[in-house]
């Protein structure tokens, strides 16, 4: 399996623009995890989703922010509008249950937003 | 809710020498899983080490080793024979058993190797 996938890599967008994360997770994986990560705060859980269900949302910081899992292979996060302070490194990662517990990241994607 | 508390902000060890990382968590979950995952420059997210919470013994992966005591609710990991390749940002990490499966992080400990 190729791993967890996001994409783009680097985006760097103007204040304002919507924006929208993409991510693939490992096929038979039923748990996937929407993590921000900035100096200020580390990584904090935006939001997560079990067999394509969000289970959690506390962690969204504003209306802005919001995730979609249309199936289990695709989620999206999406800003709109962006701001300078969403600057940061997004992952998002999946587990197969809790079996073992472990996720398995993405390499994230490095959004600056000007 | 659970959280995960790392108080060494930043931590230095000299090449081949041992270094302790520490971790503590908040939970009043008796089944859970804990993990120390290592994010070298690469910002790739690595898993280290896991510790299954009804399991006693604690758990070792080569070089790394931690400490378990559930009834502390700590959690540290040691580094043996540290390697210039050590050097990364170390998070730990809860999951809960119940509510919902949550993954948490603390806010991590920057290692440094001295050679």
């Known amino acids: 399996d190729a791993g967890v996938i996001q994409s783009p890599r680097h985006e760097v967008t103007e204040m304002g623009q919507e924006v929208t994360l993409r991510c693939k997770p490992i096929s038979g994986h039923d748990y996937l995890f929407w993590y921000r990560q900035t100096m200020m705060r580390g990584l904090e859980l935006l939001i997560y989703?079990?067999?394509?269900?969000?289970?959690?949302d506390s962690g969204m910081p504003e209306d802005r922010f919001s995730a979609k899992m249309p199936n289990a292979s695709f989620s999206t996060l999406k800003i709109q509008p962006s701001e300078p302070r969403d600057s940061a490194v997004y992952f998002c990662?999946?587990?197969?249950?809790?079996?073992?517990?472990?996720?398995?990241f993405g390499q994230g994607t490095r959004l600056t937003v000007v | 809710a659970q959280t995960v508390t790392q108080s060494q902000p930043e931590m230095s060890v000299q090449e081949a020498e041992t270094v302790t990382l520490s971790c503590t968590y908040d939970?009043?979950?008796?089944?859970?899983?804990l993990f120390w995952y290592k994010q070298p420059p690469s910002r790739q997210m690595i898993l280290v080490i896991r510790q299954e919470a009804y399991k006693q013994q604690n758990a070792t992966e080569n070089r790394f080793s931690v400490n378990f005591q559930k009834a502390a609710k700590s959690f540290s990991l040691k580094i043996s024979d540290s390697q210039l390749g050590d050097a990364a940002m170390y998070f730990c990490a809860y999951r809960s058993a119940g509510n919902g499966n949550k993954l948490v992080f603390g806010a991590g400990t920057i290692l440094r190797v001295k050679s």
């Open positions: 939970t009043s979950e008796s089944d859970y899983y």
């Open positions: 990662a999946s587990s197969l249950g809790f079996v073992s517990g472990e996720a398995f």
């Open positions: 989703f079990n067999n394509n269900v969000p289970i959690d």
